[in-house]
């Protein structure tokens, strides 16, 4: 196996003749990332003989051994487990008293601990999308039929769960190559996976990204027009007496 060196550091040592060197971070300061996790905050977690080698760790897969907030006994999962949900098997237990009800493909649901990156547009767009129909607030993922990134279910930006819609919002980011190349191929898996279980994706595009899938809105910004547009294809895909049962304030002059 070749040795790989990620920009965050992790990886070969850097006197390491032959190790390539990678443009992005490691897989798991990736998932820390998008979690809204530090590194710190794992470390407070694992036990305490594990530290070290996990200081270094780049698997999102490798399993540590872990110590409970709630005082439970220690557990073994693996990073992601631990980064996305309750890796603990008795606050799994307690929590899937209400999340049983929600296991199968398609259903959406609450995913406790789950805390996805959420740029100010993003809140942005929820807000002016509350303002015109009803949100589910109470779920954050939806259960799929076959594993996407070794889970099975995905986490959309937004869900209007009684229509069967995700809503993504995509820009470049600062980097200018978010949601371009390999992660614009994974976003059309994920459109894939959420379709095969009954949902429809609506795409916003901003900041000169190309359109994505059957429904998308291209925009400089998001603003009223943008989510009109938005309501418009929830009629489009779902019809518009479904949308009308959500519409905020009765019919709305168009
Ligand atoms: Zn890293
Ligand atoms: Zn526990």
Redesign the pocket.
């Known amino acids: 196996m070749v040795a790989v060196r990620?920009r965050?550091g992790?990886g070969a040592a850097p006197d390491d003749p032959s190790a390539v060197g990678i443009r992005r971070?490691?897989p798991?300061?990736m998932l820390l990332d998008e979690t809204q996790r530090t590194r710190a905050e794992l470390l407070g977690r694992v036990a305490p003989a594990q530290r070290r080698p996990l200081m270094a760790e780049?698997r999102v897969g490798a399993e540590y051994e872990w110590q409970c907030r709630r005082g439970h006994d220690r557990y073994r999962a693996t990073v992601i487990d631990v980064l996305t949900g309750t890796g603990c098997a008795k606050c799994r237990a307690n929590a899937a008293g209400a999340g049983a009800a929600a296991r199968e493909a398609g259903m959406p649901f609450m995913k406790p601990g789950l805390r996805v990156g959420t740029s100010m547009t993003e809140q942005r767009l929820r807000a002016l999308l509350g303002e015109r129909i009803r949100l589910h607030h109470r779920a954050n993922a939806v259960r799929t039929a076959r594993m996407f990134y070794g889970r099975q279910e995905v986490w959309p930006d937004i869900l209007v769960a009684e229509l069967r819609v995700a809503i993504e919002y995509d820009d470049p980011g600062r980097s200018g190559r978010a949601h371009r190349g390999l992660k614009e191929g994974s976003d059309v898996e994920k459109d894939a996976v959420l379709r095969e279980v009954g949902w429809e994706v609506i795409r916003i595009r901003a900041g000169g990204l190309e359109p994505l899938g059957p429904y998308s809105v291209v925009c400089r910004t998001v603003n009223a027009q943008v989510v009109d547009e938005v309501v418009r294809l929830l009629g489009v895909i779902r019809g518009e007496a479904a949308v009308a049962r959500l519409r905020i304030g009765g019919a709305v002059a168009s």
């Open positions: 990620f965050c992790h971070a490691c798991l300061c780049t």
